[in-house]
């Protein structure tokens, strides 16, 4: 089993910023990705960044390009998510995933919330 456990949110106003961590435990994957996604309150879960275990291969949501960068350290089994610019709409659930041998995992989810 993998255990994931994301940490960093909070409260923070508009332009500011919060680093999120999110640390993995248990069995560990030969190829994985690790991502982060969001579920805002009324709105569906959507995909913020991904990255793959060799740092080769990084995606962003269009909302958030330019303004949130996703970054790991494998030896530490944690990947990160640096949020800057932060606007009311990026307000949400944040919850850590990893993908690797066939299945996904989840954690908890921290809270954020951008104030105006």
């Known amino acids: 089993q993998v255990q994931l456990v994301e940490s960093g949110g909070g409260l923070v106003q508009a332009g500011g910023s919060l680093r999120l961590s999110c640390a993995a435990s248990g069995r560990t994957f030969r190829n994985y990705a690790m991502g982060w996604f969001r579920r805002a309150p009324g709105k569906e879960r959507e995909f913020v960044a991904t990255i793959n275990w060799s740092s080769s291969s990084i995606s962003y949501a269009d909302s958030v390009k330019g303004r949130f960068v996703i970054s790991s350290d494998n030896a530490k089994n944690t990947v990160y998510l640096q949020m800057n610019s932060l606007k009311p709409e990026d307000t949400a659930v944040y919850y850590c995933?990893?993908?690797?041998?066939?299945?996904?995992?989840w954690g908890q989810g921290t809270q954020v919330t951008v104030s105006s």
């Open positions: 995933n990893v993908r690797g041998g066939g299945m996904d995992y």
